[in-house]
T-cell receptor, first 111, second 114 residues
Framework: GQSLEQPSEVTAVEGAIVQINCTYQ??????LSWYQQHDGGAPTFLSY????GLEETGRFSSFLSRSDSYGYLLLQELQMKDSASYFC????????????FGKGTMLLVSP | NAGVTQTPKFRVLKTGQSMTLLCAQD?????MYWYRQDPGMGLRLIHY???????AKGEVPDGYNVSRLKKQNFLLGLESAAPSQTSVYFC?????????????FGPGTRLTVL
């Protein structure tokens, strides 16, 4: 079977740091991606980790531990516009070129 | 450069009716995907294509068919719509190699089946 677990909702205040965790149990694994979706619009790609460690892209960082089947997305200096849903996705679980998405974490940033 | 476009944006069907959703991309991507998104369920892969003339089943293919006659277009068909197919449908495209993890999504089609 396959499963990706992430919290359903996280709340934080502007300027803070928040971490969204993702644990996975899949039959195949090449890497972990993160996507952002505002208000049911088109999801947009944020990051991809194929190897263990931290990848940084501006205010966003993503971490992967393959041995622990675990990753997280770290958002720093939170802004109101960061309020959105965040999805982790595993590649390699169902065909080489496909992604299996988690159910998403809704991040609410308050003033 | 329009990216990924989907038509229609909204549609209401009656049970048993058929329809085709069209996805077009102008990025010359090899890979194209159809997902459905339901509340609390995340994105689930319906069908995908790794090149013109090829298609494959995803996680939830039942009740849907697809065709990829041209590289830039990927069609999703519902032959006999059911209320369980009420959902938001997203199309996406990507390039081969590790870049397939960076998928570009269309704006979605909101389908209601009565």
């Amino acid at each position: 079977g396959q499963s990706l677990e992430q919290p359903s909702e996280v709340t934080a205040v502007e300027g803070a740091i928040v971490q969204i965790n993702c644990t996975y149990q899949t039959s195949g694994f090449y890497g972990l991606s993160w996507y952002q979706q505002h208000d049911g619009g088109a999801p947009t790609f944020l990051s991809y980790n194929a190897l263990d460690g931290l990848e940084e892209t501006g205010r966003f960082s993503s971490f992967l531990s393959r041995s622990d089947s675990y990753g997280y997305l770290l958002l720093q200096e939170l802004q109101m516009k960061d309020s959105a849903s965040y999805f982790c996705a595993v590649s390699g679980n169902s065909g080489y070129s496909t992604l299996t998405f988690g159910k998403g974490t809704m991040l609410l940033v308050s003033p | 450069n329009a990216g990924v476009t989907q038509t229609p944006k909204f549609r209401v069907l009656k049970t048993g009716q058929s329809m085709t959703l069209l996805c077009a991309q102008d990025m010359n991507h090899e890979y194209m995907y159809w997902y459905r998104q339901d509340p609390g369920m995340g994105l689930r892969l319906i069908h995908y294509s790794v090149g013109e003339g090829t298609t494959a089943k995803g996680e939830v293919p039942d009740g849907y068919n697809v065709s990829r006659l041209k590289k830039q277009n990927f069609l999703l068909g519902l032959e006999s719509a059911a209320p369980s197919q009420t959902s938001v449908y997203f199309c996406a495209s990507s390039s081969p190699g590790h870049n397939y993890n960076e998928q570009f999504f269309g704006p979605g089609t909101r389908l209601t089946v009565l």
